[in-house]
């Protein structure tokens, strides 16, 4: 049983980014064939002779696909293309890593809430809704709340109130621009959050990521700096990765008075910043996962 024979590596943008460019620069250190492709330039064949995904060059026959992204900022039709695409390279015997479910379910600020509640994994009290009276009556309630894409990364769009009708104004707005509510708790946390990366139900490293603001996001500005599992946080990261499905994932968590809470799971995450200031390259572990598939 040898190495997976094909991994292609997908993602949106023509130049591949730098973790994207990491887990291939480590397929090819172990020899492992690979080609990255954007994903709008994977196209479906159906004919009388079967399925094929397919580039302008030809079919695809991967082993593996690890997808790193399948799109910003997109419309309903092409989402539902990116993602059966994905779904018929996984239905034709492709290993996706992520698993296609699982990556839709963590885009989905709201599926994953579900999924981490349903399992156990605290997270902050949150309302979802698309009703503006039902959503000013949680922002009362709630305090100062955090208010987010559903769909969202690096804290672009993700908005601190703690007046109601500030609040209400920009959620009217928001639903008639066809933005359903994510109303979070705003949760006290120091003047940080730990972003953990999780590989094949392992934690193999955390930061702190730290900000003079509340979001501690390093595309927002947080300054990175290594950080010690304990077995609490490695008991919720390890939790929150497995309850999504994910083979590898960066968790976010808060510390708070009651102790950790997840705010998010990601499965695709940028970790430019865990590498420099852990040393650590998930792409290594990544490939370690893609080498021990059998086929
Ligand atoms: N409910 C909250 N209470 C306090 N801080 C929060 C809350 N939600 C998010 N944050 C802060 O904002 C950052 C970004 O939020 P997150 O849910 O991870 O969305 P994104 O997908 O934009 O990264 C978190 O890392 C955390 O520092
Ligand atoms: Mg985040």
């Given amino acids: 049983m040898g190495p997976p024979v094909e991994t292609i590596v997908v993602a949106e943008s023509q130049i591949p980014d730098e973790p994207t460019r990491d887990i291939i620069l480590e397929l090819k250190r172990r020899g492992i064939p690979q080609r990255y492709v954007p994903i709008q330039r994977l196209s479906i064949k159906i004919d009388s002779d079967g399925v094929y995904v397919e580039t302008r060059r030809g079919p695809l026959r991967p082993d593996v696909v690890v997808i ?3 799109g910003f900022l997109l419309d309903a039709n092409t989402m539902i293309r990116r993602v059966t695409t994905l779904e018929i390279l996984e239905g034709e015997g492709a290993v996706a890593i992520n698993p296609v479910r699982s ?16 399992s156990k994994v605290p997270v902050p009290p949150t309302i979802v809704t698309e009703d503006l009276y039902y ?17 969202g990364s690096r804290g672009f769009g993700a908005m601190l109130f ?12 928001l639903l008639l621009t066809h933005n359903p509510l994510y109303v ?6 120091p003047n940080r959050d730990i972003r953990a990366i999780v590989v094949d139900g392992r934690v193999i490293g955390c930061m702190y990521r730290i900000s003079n603001i509340w979001k501690t996001n390093i595309a927002q500005g947080a300054r990175a700096e290594p950080c010690k599992p304990t077995p609490d946080l490695e008991d919720i990261a390890i939790r929150a990765t497995r309850a999504l499905g994910l083979v590898y994932s960066g968790v976010d968590i808060g510390e708070t008075r009651d102790g950790y809470v997840v705010f998010e799971v ?11 200031s852990t040393g650590v390259n998930p792409a290594q572990y990544i490939v370690d996962y893609i080498s021990n598939i059998k086929r």
């Fill in 68 to 70: 790193r992204g399948i």
């Fill in 103 to 118: 990556l839709l379910a963590s885009r989905d600020k709201l599926k994953s809430l579900y999924i981490l509640s349903r």
């Fill in 135 to 151: 959503a000013y009556n949680a922002v009362k309630s709630l305090e100062t709340v955090v208010i987010k894409p559903i769909q």
């Fill in 162 to 173: 703690s007046d109601p009708d500030l609040a209400f104004q920009v959620m009217r707005t």
């Fill in 184 to 189: 979070q708790k705003y949760v006290q946390k």
């Fill in 266 to 276: 990601n499965a695709s995450p940028d970790w430019r910043g865990f590498k420099s």
